[in-house]
């Protein structure tokens, strides 16, 4: 009896220190975030469902300054402002205006990509790789909501810069999310513009409010 509850124990004690060296080197990647006054990135991903028999590869990207983006994927352009999110779809010469509020919820996107970890997921070191000479740390994330979309997500972080490698993301519906960036700047001098929508750059689109 005396040797399971030891056993317990160092197991749990191993898993707590398993958990703070993750946060820890999580705290250290949203440092180095936050202390930019923008990033620029291009990433190539893929969405894979086997049961719903599709796979798919997608590209893009994007522009983040505080929580203000400009976001392309796939042709799309998604431009926040920090208000109102613009949705730009050239192929239909359509643009849909919707207001995007904090609600709580923590599911990932532009605004939050470089950040969204540090809030609603458990945290636990996981396997170390070697990418084209990069060591990359991968950090296993699980929502602490029940009800989440997201299974589980495994973030890879470059050891020696502290950057977002890849992110994998594992849906309860079976869907697989990667995202690979590409490259990676920071502190570029951008134009006012990039997040500033100018209608008069889509005379003739239809422009619907969404709310």
């Known amino acids: ?12 004690k191993a898993a707590i220190a398993q958990s703070n060296q993750a946060s820890k080197l999580l705290d250290e990647v949203a440092a180095k975030y936050n202390g930019y006054e923008n990033v620029m990135f291009t990433y190539k991903g893929n969405l894979k469902n086997t049961k719903a028999n599709f796979d798919t590869d ?3 990207e994007a522009k983040l300054s505080g929580n203000k983006y400009n976001a392309t994927y796939n042709g799309t352009t998604y431009m926040f402002d920090g208000k109102k999110l613009y949705t730009i779809n050239r192929e239909d010469e359509q643009v849909t205006v919707a207001t995007q509020n904090n609600d709580g919820s923590e ?17 636990e070191l996981d396997i170390v790789q070697n990418m084209n000479g990069r060591k990359i740390q991968y950090v296993k994330l699980k929502p602490i909501k029940s009800g989440s979309d997201y299974k589980s997500i495994l973030l890879g972080i470059d050891a020696n810069t502290k950057h977002i490698y890849n992110t994998i993301i594992t849906e309860r519906s079976g ?3 990667t995202f690979t960036l590409k490259s990676f700047k920071t502190n570029q001098p951008l134009p006012k513009s990039s997040f500033i929508f100018d209608p008069s750059q889509y005379k003739g689109w239809d422009i619907e409010e969404m709310n």
């Not at 009896?1 to 749990?12: D, E, G, I, Q, S």
């Not at 599911?107 to 945290?123: A, C, D, L, R, V």
């Open 58 to 60: 997608l590209q893009g």
């Open 1 to 12: 009896m005396y040797m399971v509850a030891f056993m317990v124990f160092a197991f749990a």
């Open 175 to 177: 869907t697989v999310i």
């Open 107 to 123: 599911m990932i996107n532009p605004s939050n990509i470089m950040t969204f970890y540090q809030k609603g997921y458990t945290k």
